[in-house]
């Protein structure tokens, strides 16, 4: 499969645990974004990626969120004490900079509950 | 920052006929309008995009249109089939800043 891959798809964990989520983008992708969906919104951009460096956050980033992406290949996307305000879909996208074709493709997201 | 806003927020339209969803944007700089299908259950998919260079674009059943000027752009789908049942998504984004606004959706039922 060549497409963007993320893990786990679903995740339900107590208020208060941490929990961490797995973006694999498209092989020769160097640029990866992480956003955030809730129930009937649009996602809302958190942060993105050129190769390994992190590039922009958004104020939707709390301290408690976190997201890397060592040599440049996968991403992970870290919440510390989560609270039920975090309950969403978080999804990656990546994309190829310098291409004429700017389009981004999704993951089929990770969507977590926090009970 | 770029605002983009989206209506109708739902739409039923029977089969065969066409749907049509307006988006407006706030930030002047923007130049590229990708629309994005979105499933239950399922990550956003492109369907058609447009660039700030051109005013009209088709592919197949799908059309999209840009008013620079006014900064509205829509997406025209003809011929509605139930498949086309799905929550459409715009966005709109600044090559410098290089990261996609969206809309909050459109959720399209065709009704067979």
């Known amino acids: 499969d060549t497409g963007v891959s993320q893990n786990p798809r679903h995740k339900i964990t107590k208020r208060g645990q941490n929990v961490t989520f797995r973006c694999d983008p498209i092989s020769e992708h160097n640029r990866l974004y992480w956003y955030r969906q809730t129930l009937g919104q649009g996602p809302e951009f958190l942060t993105y990626?050129?190769?390994?460096?992190?590039?922009?956050k958004s104020r939707l980033l709390s301290d408690r969120f976190s997201a890397e992406r060592p040599k440049g290949s996968f991403s992970t996307l870290e919440i510390q004490r989560t609270e039920q305000g975090d309950s969403a879909m978080y999804l990656c996208?990546?994309?190829?900079?310098?291409?004429?074709?700017?389009?981004?493709?999704f993951g089929q997201g990770t969507r977590l509950t926090v009970v | 920052g770029e605002n983009v806003e989206q209506h109708p927020s739902t739409l039923s339209v029977q089969e065969g006929d066409s749907a049509v969803i307006k988006c407006t944007y706030s930030?002047?700089?923007?130049?590229?309008f990708p629309w994005y299908k979105q499933e239950l259950g399922k990550g956003p998919q492109l369907i058609i995009d447009i660039r700030s260079n051109v005013g009209e674009k088709k592919d197949q059943r799908i059309a999209v249109t840009l008013n620079k000027t006014a900064k509205h752009f829509s997406l025209h789908i003809t011929e509605t089939q139930p498949e086309d049942s799905a929550v459409y998504f715009c966005?709109?984004?600044?090559?410098?800043?290089?990261?996609?606004?969206f809309g909050p959706g459109t959720s399209l039922s065709v009704i067979p």
């Open positions: 930030d002047s700089a923007s130049n590229y």
């Open positions: 966005a709109a984004k600044e090559t410098s800043y290089d990261k996609v606004i």
């Open positions: 990626f050129q190769n390994e460096a992190q590039l922009e």
């Open positions: 996208a990546s994309t190829l900079l310098g291409g004429l074709d700017t389009e981004a493709f």
